[in-house]
Nanobody, 127 residues
Framework: QVQLVESGGGLVQAGDSLRLSCVAS????????MGWFRQAPGKEREFVAS????????YYAEAIKGRFTISRDNAKNTVYLQMNSLKPEDTAVYYC????????????????????WGQGTQVTVSS
């Protein structure tokens, strides 16, 4: 079992930046594909970004491409989501997720492939 703890959420204005962090424990971090998802009120949880085990491959949802960057530091067991040029529609609870079955050089974008989840961190963007 993988334990995931997110941090870094908050209330910001449109155009501002935030960096989310997620620290993992309980399993060899470098063997995990990692992802970020988000859920806005009344909506389904949706894919935001994912990153392969070594960090060499990244994948993004169209809605955030060019504004958000996912990265990881395997020495610190941490995955990050740098969010720039935030918009009110980015308001959501952001969840970190781990995929124990991720291939070495890929990462899933499918929620069902991720088997461990953090508790979420709230991001609110005011206009």
């Amino acid at each position: 079992q993988v334990q995931l703890v997110e941090s870094g959420g908050g209330l910001v204005q449109a155009g501002d930046s935030l960096r989310l962090s997620c620290v993992a424990s309980g399993r060899t971090f470098s063997m995990l594909g990692m992802g970020w998802f988000r859920q806005a009120p009344g909506k389904e949880r949706e894919f935001v970004a994912s990153i392969s085990r070594g960090g060499g491959n990244t994948y993004y949802a169209e809605a955030i491409k060019g504004r958000f960057t996912i990265s990881r530091d395997n020495a610190k067991n941490t995955v990050y989501l740098q969010m720039n040029s935030l918009k009110p529609e980015d308001t959501a609870v952001y969840y970190c997720a781990a995929d124990r079955s991720a291939p070495r050089f890929g990462a899933s974008r499918v929620r069902a492939d991720f088997d461990s989840w953090g508790q979420g961190t709230q991001v609110t963007v005011s206009s």
